[in-house]
């Protein structure tokens, strides 16, 4: 077997803020195989938006990568230098981010968004990187690329401008996407379009993908692996339809459960109490504990990441054993 | 775009002419002109032929109205210092105004923009905490009294520059301009720069607080994301998108400029338009206090229709909208 | 689902608070800038200096019997004839410019503050009108403060000294007329957020008189942000007005106030007597400073969209 796209071994990524240091990554560990897309899924300061900064090298101050590292093609890109990294950042690393409308500079042309990207990276003349641009935007279906191309990003759509985004992180054919809810903002009809484009598109190219979401039916449709991120940390993973049909953790079980689906009609919706804790005063022990319908005394110490059956990790002291119901 | 235009334009006629309703009570309604206009020595009927003759027996629109339709011929007036039409006075210390004002929007953008973009980069950094405090004292200090202090260190005690007057002109376009000869050039140096200085922290907060909110936009992280180099991004990505509310702002503050210039000129004895008229509000020279105003009003109007229509110019989305009206 | 609830009660953080008044908390809030309480006891040193001023002065500057054209021009530090030390010199009539600038305070102080007050009652009446009314009473005023603001304070200073002519009074006026347009709008933004509040609507169901409603209910809810603005524009209407006195246009000679002592100085200053402009000049921007670093943590503290 090649060696992974993508390797995060026990990432350790903290905000060191006045109020005290916020540990919004915190010992992450996952892989990413070569044309695999991973889930990443979580709430919202869950800590999976940073995760996929610290990838892409992006973590502002007071933020930084405290320990861990992130084997890229073997490569540790938290030791790179900045200038190594930019060399990599937008070329063999793409990132998509979430909301199209911010995404493109309101007062740059597309045309020029797209080949300063081409040529940050390619040593070629601006006629061929303006056939590399309109290249691009046509495999992600935007019509008439040419005119396209001379246009301003306030008269594009949302979908049309994700789109764009999207072509921008194709330019370079990278290695690795990392995709930070792009679909969030957009109709469902739009989503679904982009859905299907995005997987054709790494299925041909190779590409990796790390898809950032909170929407498990997303990831459902879209991924082959999924790890379920809790207040900065994994707190289970594995392959995708393993985890969602048999959730290990009382918190994925809880997500699922709280996805209104056709079979549950009539039934209440069930919903995890609470609210995601604030990171920067964690209740000791298992982070999930004042919120888990399981939790017990032995919950009071920090629960540890341990394999749970082939290629499956989960973080609970209570895991939900085959045969138990279901609670949430 | 047209309709836009048209609406701005009429907009700015009735401004100036309420302007000139105020300018024209004022000045001629407020005191009684009989005793400026006419020669104390004159008798009780000489004074009334004056009177007769310069329509002051008319009631007060009737006079405006003939304020106005003189005034829209070119005609305010002469003064009554110099004996010479109102008008032609101020028009010919006009270049020395405007010279001296470009030149301080000119060294404001000059010094403020690299300053403030600094200061917005490196928020944390001591030079830009000593660069901010430097504008909150740029925005306190009394014009006049920073002038004073220029001309302490640099004409009394270091003999650099010279402290007033314009120095030698040259000949561009058939006026006199300064800035085309050396010593015309340190002339303008401390004016030009006590002028600015006011400006110069204006562009300094702008650019700084455009910078800071810019760098925290998903498009400058998406930009390097991109694995743009810094310097694309910033000066670029940024860049471009703080010029526009900065260039407005100078632009607009050209009028203040100008209006300012008059206690810098007063300073510096700088042979311009404010310092005429504040000799003439001295010496209560009313047809050249109206004309000043007029034209300053005027000046006024035409520079604001200017910056809104170079703004819609320089933002596609602004331009948009305006094409929908 | 009822354990559910029972688990929901996310835990409270125990934080030991005293009873926080608003004020208790603005003091302290205010208190964190040390800048700030520097120009805090900076100017009410400064005031004391201008209120007291006929007390403390060595001499009454404006008494000529007092003065000794002997004096002239003395350098700071020398001690003149009536046996007490000119520690920041004399001016051209021997008068001493410590006590010159203390008293040169006191009219700069009173015109700044005194225009800045009116300005202030004038503007937040006719703001709190245009707000409460609405419709053409309030563009009829939101008019006439947006044509105002178009033009610079010292363009529409200028122009009403040059109808009125000068004077203290005439000077305040000017000041009033500049300044009001301001206050009016910041008012007016306040108060149109606080009217659409329930409060205020209480308040019209029980009929209470406009005039009620107005000052008694609105008003105390607009008073942040004038605050904040006032400061502002006491240190604006101070420079203005010294501004105005050194071109000849303000304060008669007779009361001159700092910005007129600085122009008598002037010629003085090109043949090296620097200490007639230089000390006044001090004294105008120590002032200045002080009230812009009190209005500029205020501003910080008062305006609730900066609070986290």
Known sequence: MAAPTLEVRNLRTHFFTRAGIVKAVDDVSFTVERGKVLGLVGESGSGKTVTGFS???????????????????????????EEEM??????????????????????????????????????????????????????????????????????????????????IALLHEPDLIVADEPTTALDVTI??????????????????????????????????????????????????????????????????????????????????????PSLLNLPPGCAFRTR????????????????AGPGRMVRCFRPITEGAEQVA | ????????????????????????????????????????????????????????????????????????????????????????????????????????????????????????????????KGIMAGSILGFSLPTFWVGLMLIMVFAVQLGWLPSTGRGDTASLLGLQWSFLTIDGLSHMAMPALNLALFKISLVIRLTRAGVRETMLMDYVKFARAKGLSPARVTFVHVFKNILIPVVTVVGLELGSTIAFSVVTESVFAWPGMGKLIIDSINVLDRPVIVAYLMIIVLMFITINLIVDLTYSLLDPRVRLESKGT | ??????????????????????????????????????????????????????????????????????????????????????????????????????????????????SALIACLVGASLGLLAAYAGGRTDSAIMRLVDL????????????????????????????????????????????????????????????????????????????????????????????????????????????????LLIANGYEYMLSGKYWISFYPGIALLVTIVSINLVGDQLRDVLNPRLKK
């Open chain 2, 1 to 128: 775009m047209t309709v836009y235009l048209v609406r701005r334009l009429l907009q700015a006629l009735l401004v100036v002419l309420a302007m000139s309703v105020i300018v024209f009570v004022g000045v001629y309604a407020i005191g009684d002109p009989v005793e400026i206009l006419i020669s104390p020595d004159a008798d009780q009927l000489e004074r009334e032929r004056a009177v007769v003759a310069l329509g002051l027996d008319l009631p007060l629109w009737q006079q405006y109205l003939v304020f106005l339709t003189k005034a829209l011929q070119g005609d305010l007036g002469n003064s009554f210092v110099f004996n010479e039409p109102a008008l032609k006075l101020i028009l010919q210390r006009m270049p020395a105004t405007l010279e001296l004002a470009f030149g301080a929007m000119f060294l404001s953008i000059l010094v403020g923009l690299p300053l403030g973009l600094y200061a917005g980069l490196r928020p944390d950094s001591p030079v830009s």
């Open chain 3, 1 to 114: 689902m009822s354990d559910a609830t029972a688990n929901g009660t996310a835990p409270a953080t125990p934080r030991k608070d005293k009873v926080e008044t608003p004020f208790r908390r603005f003091v302290s809030e205010f208190c964190e800038s040390k800048v700030a309480i520097g120009g805090l006891i900076v100017f009410t040193a400064i005031a004391l200096i201008a209120i007291f001023a006929p007390w403390i002065t060595p001499q009454n500057p404006y008494d000529l019997a007092q003065l000794d054209i002997m004096d002239g021009r003395q350098e700071p530090g020398t001690t003149g004839g009536a046996g007490f030390t000119f520690w920041l010199g004399t001016d051209d009539q021997g008068r001493d410019m410590m006590s010159g600038i203390m008293y040169g305070l006191r009219i700069s102080l009173t015109v700044g503050a005194g």
């Open chain 1, 292 to 307: 888990c319908p399981r939790a017990g005394e032995e919950c009071m110490a920090e629960p540890e990441i341990r394999g």
């Open chain 1, 86 to 167: 930019r060399d990599l950042r937008g070329n063999r690393i793409a990132m998509i981010f979430q909301d199209p409308m911010m995404t493109l500079n309101p007062v740059l042309r597309i045309d020029t968004q797209m080949i300063e990207t081409v040529l940050a990276h390619k040593k070629v003349s601006r006629e061929e990187a303006r056939q590399r641009a309109r290249d691009t935007l046509g495999m992600v279906g935007i019509p008439s690329p040419d005119e396209r191309l001379k246009a301003y990003p306030h008269q594009f759509s949302g979908g049309m401008r994700q789109r764009v985004a999207i072509a």
């Open chain 3, 148 to 259: 105002q603001l178009s033009f610079p304070s010292i363009l529409v200073a200028l122009m009403i000294l040059a109808f009125l002519g000068k004077g203290i009074m005439n000077v305040v006026i000017a000041l009033v007329i500049v300044e009001w347009a301001y206050y009016a709008r910041t008012v007016r933004g306040t108060a149109l957020v606080e009217r659409r509040r329930e409060y205020i609507e209480a308040a019209q169901c029980l009929a209470l008189p406009t005039h009620r409603i107005l000052f008694r209910h609105l008003l105390p809810n607009c008073l942040p942000p004038l605050i904040v603005v006032a400061t502002m524009q006491v240190a604006r209407a101070i420079a203005l007005e010294a501004t105005l006195s050194f071109l000849g246009l303000g304060v008669p000679i007779t009361e001159p106030s700092l910005g």
């Open chain 1, 55 to 81: 990838i892409i090298g992006l973590v502002d101050p007071p933020g930084r990568i405290a320990g861990g590292s992130i084997l890229f093609q073997g490569r540790d890109l938290a030791k790179l230098s």
């Open chain 1, 191 to 276: 989503q679904g379009q982009i859905l299907a484009e995005v997987q054709k598109l790494a299925a041909t190219t190779g590409t990796s993908l790390i898809w950032i979401t909170h929407d498990l039916s997303v990831v459902a449709g879209l991924a082959d692996d999924i790890a379920v991120m809790y207040a900065g940390r994994v707190v289970e993973q594995g392959a995708v339809s393993e985890v969602l049909d048999r959730p290990l953790h009382p918190y994925t079980s809880g997500l699922i459960g709280s996805v209104p689906s056709r079979n549950k009609r009539g039934e209440p919706l069930r919903q995890i109490p609470g609210m995601t």
